[in-house]
């Protein structure tokens, strides 16, 4: 298949340049140019996505549902040429890009479906009580309604499902929200198919041109300018720690604060319980170093600390681990800036006190391997920095003395995306005293199983305390990510023919 790009920004309906360009730095194929983000760009786009809010904020959930439908169709319609362009970008495998557009079309269906039915809203009424002693009760009426234009950051890590038409641009559309997008300088081309598909959508719904617009990046002031935008209300973003807390200091900084919903950083720590390690400690440690260097380790739900009571079993589970990740071979990562950041963080880790090298390689290029180190929990306990993500295929184990200290070591986490336990029956005693520790860090905990993979669904939680988000309660994924985007209004006393749709 051949295509082209344009390189232009999608504002309120218009494909524009900008003065300057940047080149993208594929993992192979073509290099191409696309026009820098500029604050004026950001401007034009918050006024057409506030302009565009007075009629797509007040628009029908069935109108709604139909959007997102449609996008999806587009999306699919354009399915070959976004797997191609977005694997020479990212360097992701073929079948992964399919298989995360299946999982963004389908997050946009689902949503549609989910705001059919209506829950979304909480609806809740108390009927007037006249005469009610010793003051009448009026009518109150409740309902939530759309928060007005949303900022959304594209991620580096996942160029489809959290990115220009992803959940955070999903959930804002299925509030009623309009989005601005800024999008990610890893993977430019396939965004500007993606907007295509979501600019053909808006067409053919009928809908107002500043629904959707997406400015390329290339500039750090974009991103400054966007969420300091009087106009913006909300903004969503997958990234780094650093560069998420910078935005979220922006974000309250502003004369009107606005909320930001950051997905920043987690380690997602295994507890492997004595039963467990002892009966299953093979199997775990297979799966632990396929779920560890699945995607060369580019996941937020990648489990890289594993905590283990020290002794003949935690051996064993290490040396399983060791073997099957020496089995690995390299992988592409996504840029060249995270293939520098995963030397880095391997650095930090190795230089450690007490931390000891299990396995070791060379990783020197945009191609990562995986390592794996392991340290006392004492040693793990005293150095924080052991505790910090690190965005690729690298593992600690950390071996405590016994169950005391693995509490201690779970009480000593930063807020994580998820914990999990490896457990038998035997393991209940302990497992029943790590868990009141485990739901206060994570937002979710999960049994015998492995993080990686986040089912699209009415129950799932992607979030966590911080610094795993910066915002303990909500979820990025799944249907309630939808109510981050709107706020409860409360009516009393409002004649039908005036209250909003749906209340």
């Known amino acids: 298949m051949t295509f082209e790009t344009h390189g232009k920004h999608l504002i309120a309906g218009k494909w524009v340049s900008s003065d300057a360009t940047f080149p993208s730095q594929p993992a192979y194929g073509p290099g191409r140019q696309f026009f820098v983000g500029t604050v004026a760009l950001v401007d034009q786009a918050c006024r057409a996505a506030e302009d565009a809010f007075w009629s797509y904020g007040y628009t029908t959930a069935e109108a709604r549902a139909l959007f997102l439908n449609t996008i999806a169709d587009e999306i699919e319609a354009r399915g070959d040429a976004i797997t191609e362009i977005g694997s020479q970008e990212t360097g992701l495998p073929a079948a992964r890009l399919q298989g995360e557009r299946g999982r963004t079309t389908g997050q946009l269906r689902l949503f549609a479906e989910h705001v059919l039915k209506g829950d979304y809203l909480d609806r809740r009424h108390d009927p007037a009580l006249p005469?009610?002693?010793?003051?009448?009760?009026?009518?109150?009426?409740?309902?939530?309604?759309?928060?007005?234009?949303?900022?959304?950051?594209?991620?580096?890590?996942?160029?489809?499902?959290?990115?220009?038409?992803?959940?955070?641009?999903?959930?804002?559309?299925?509030?009623?929200?309009?989005?601005?997008?800024?999008?990610?300088?890893?993977?430019?081309?396939?965004?500007?198919?993606?907007?295509?598909?979501?600019?053909?959508?808006?067409?053919?719904?009928?809908?107002?041109?500043?629904?959707?617009?997406?400015?390329?990046?290339?500039?750090?002031d974009v991103g400054t300018a966007l969420v300091q935008h009087p106009l913006i209300n909300a903004v969503g973003f997958t990234g780094s720690l650093g560069g998420g807390r910078v935005l979220f200091d922006l974000c309250a900084s502003r004369p009107n604060p606005i909320p930001f919903f950051g997905e920043l950083g987690s380690v997602n720590p295994m507890f492997l319980l004595q039963s467990a390690l002892a009966r299953r400690g093979r199997a775990i440690g297979e799966g632990w170093a396929a779920s560890l260097s699945m995607g060369a380790g580019q996941f937020c739900t990648n489990p890289g600390i594993s905590v283990v009571i020290d002794g003949p079993e935690a051996d064993a589970f290490s040396a399983t681990a060791s073997e099957a990740l020496g089995k690995v071979g390299e992988q592409t990562m996504l840029t060249d800036g995270i293939a520098e950041a995963y030397r880095a963080g391997r650095d930090r880790v190795a230089a450690g006190s007490g931390v000891q090298a299990v396995l070791t390689s060379m990783c020197e290029s945009r191609n990562a391997t995986p390592y794996l180190y392991s340290v006392s929990g004492s040693d793990w306990l005293a150095d924080d920095v052991l505790g910090e993500e690190v965005f690729g295929p690298l593992g600690l184990i950390v071996r405590v003395a016994n169950a005391e200290e693995m509490i201690r070591v779970a009480q000593g986490l930063q807020g994580q995306l998820t914990c999990t336990l490896h457990l038998e029956e035997a393991d209940m005693p302990l497992a029943g005293r790590l868990m009141p520790v485990l739901e206060r860090k994570a937002g979710r905990v999960l049994v015998n199983g492995f993080p990686t993979g986040v089912e699209v669904c009415d129950a799932i939680v992607h979030g966590g305390p911080y610094p795993a988000s910066t915002n303990f309660g909500a979820t990025s994924v799944g249907t309630l990510s939808i109510r981050r985007f709107l706020r409860p209004v409360c009516y009393q006393n409002m004649p039908e023919a005036l209250l909003p749709g749906g209340c």
């Open 131 to 220: 005469d009610r002693v010793p003051l009448p009760r009026p009518d109150l009426k409740i309902v939530q309604r759309p928060i007005g234009p949303v900022a959304v950051f594209g991620a580096s890590n996942f160029p489809l499902a959290f990115s220009t038409a992803g959940g955070d641009t999903a959930a804002a559309l299925a509030a009623g929200c309009p989005v601005v997008v800024k999008g990610h300088s890893a993977h430019p081309g396939t965004g500007e198919l993606v907007s295509e598909a979501i600019h053909a959508a808006i067409r053919t719904c009928g809908l107002h041109p500043g629904v959707f617009s997406n400015i390329q990046g290339g500039r750090r």
